[in-house]
């Protein structure tokens, strides 16, 4: 079995960069763009995270997190004033959570008391977006613009341009029936034979260096916003990768339930062209010309101090977040954390969610994901994103939406690339606790 290609993470400490639109203090961001399968698996539990998730799914790991941070603060709130820091992340929490209206009636005040505060600026001009008043959005975007860091200045700017755009439709920027004209280029409907894995490419000779950069930092700070998403399926196509624009605009079809015309034609032909791409013996070496600063925006690492101490016997916990620290070189050799390295061969037991690996109704075999995975194309996890899971000999299961509990003998790869990183053997399924 092919290895496939990193874990959804969650709270983050990789070098920030150049964001937008939203800032709490317990997130960081890769430099960006990052590689569209990390980005997507990221983006997606950004937006799943303002939610409880339907059909009895357990919630978002990352709305836990961000539901725990925000009671700590409003805790903290209530014996005492909140820093402008402390303020601003609460806002972000709120936004985060999917009640902007309750980060606005927190960052009102705040912004009074802290008139030069970026963050806050920042946070009540999105939360302001979301509540659906945009001239009160651009009026604290403009305020965040004029306090923004160097750094931040031009996505923001970015970011008050969308709100303008927006404001000149007027009601009919809610129908979403065309792409914002973010970046001064004209996206005409699709024409012509699919090259260099793109369509028609040359329709986007205009399209600025930092295009996807500033995109992907709107669509992280506004993750339910599907014009943004379907700009990103834009933006790869232009950049000559078809396969990705087509799984991007799937995802604003299906799981945005966007109905416009020209967004499903361009569906059906970015499709076209990449099944007929998917054909050619050589279709891997048609990746466009995108080029990824990093492999995901968000990441985090684990608190082993959390954990309990190594059992012979075990179960022994394995978070996602000791599995993810594994690193691999340009030979594809990994190195282990040494929490992880001193499970190799014990009981662990561990939680996810079944991804089949063929088209059986039931299997002896799975890979078990972190978070489930929407389009196996466009967010495919890393090798450190996946465990190969064999269950014990004659018993199997069956493809299932909710999570699972994994527990058996963990055993890591550590000399086959061909091979997964991390396997559990002689396993059995049974109900998260």
């Known amino acids: 079995m092919t290895r496939f290609t990193v874990p959804l993470v969650l709270l983050l400490l990789l070098s920030a960069s150049a964001r937008a639109g939203l800032y709490y203090s317990g997130e960081a961001v890769a430099e960006l763009p990052s590689r569209w399968s990390g980005f997507l ?43 402008a820091d402390e303020a601003a992340d609460l806002g972000a929490l709120y936004v985060r959570l999917g009640k902007p209206e309750k980060a606005v009636e927190l960052l009102r005040p705040a912004a009074r008391t802290h008139p030069d505060h970026f963050h806050i600026a920042a946070n009540l001009g999105t939360a302001w977006q979301l509540v659906g008043d945009l001239d009160q959005a651009a009026a604290a975007l403009e305020e965040a613009v004029r306090l923004a860091p160097e750094k931040q200045k031009p996505v923001e700017e970015y970011h008050l341009k969308l709100i303008r755009l927006r404001q000149k439709e007027g009601p009919a920027a809610r129908k979403a ?6 970046f001064a280029v004209k996206y005409v409907g699709p024409s012509g034979k699919p090259e260099a894995g793109g369509v028609a490419p040359a329709e986007f000779k205009k399209l600025p260096d930092t295009a996807a950069a500033v995109a992907q930092a709107l669509a992280l700070a506004l993750p339910a916003d599907g014009r943004l998403l379907w700009q990103l399926g834009e933006i790869a196509n232009a950049h000559g990768d078809v396969r990705t624009a087509a799984a991007i605009l799937d995802g604003c079809v299906t799981e945005f339930g966007m109905a416009s015309p020209d967004l499903r034609a361009r569906r059906q032909v970015y499709r076209a062209a990449a099944d007929e791409l998917a054909k050619k013996p050589d279709h891997e070496k048609h990746r466009g010309t995108f080029l ?12 082993l101090s959390s954990l309990p101490a190594i059992r012979a016997a075990g179960p022994n916990p394995l978070p996602w977040g000791v599995i993810a620290e594994t690193t691999i070189d340009a030979r594809a050799r990994p190195t282990f954390p040494k929490h992880l390295d001193q499970l190799d061969g ?11 690996v063929g088209d059986a109704k039931e299997f002896g075999g799975f890979l078990l994901l972190e978070y489930p995975v929407g389009c196996w194309f466009c967010e495919t996890p890393e090798p450190t994103g ?48």
Do not use: I
């Open 177 to 182: 029936d065309a792409v914002d004209d973010l």
């Open 41 to 83: 698996v990221d983006h997606r539990s950004l937006r799943t995270a303002g939610f409880d998730q339907p059909g009895g799914l357990p919630p978002s790991p990352l709305r836990d997190d961000y539901r725990a941070a925000a009671a700590k603060l409003e805790q903290a709130g209530k014996s005492r004033p909140l820093t």
């Open 386 to 433: 996946l465990v190969s899971v064999e269950l014990a000999a004659g018993k199997r299961t069956a493809a299932r939406r909710e999570l699972v509990k994994v527990t058996g003998v963990l055993v890591l790869n550590r000399d086959n690339p061909e091979d997964f990183l991390f396997r559990v053997k002689d396993a059995k399924l049974g109900e998260p606790e």
């Open 346 to 356: 014990k009981t662990v037991v561990l939680t996810g969610f079944v991804q089949p």
């Open 292 to 303: 990824a600063k990093s492999a995901r925006p968000l990441g985090r690492r684990f608190d």
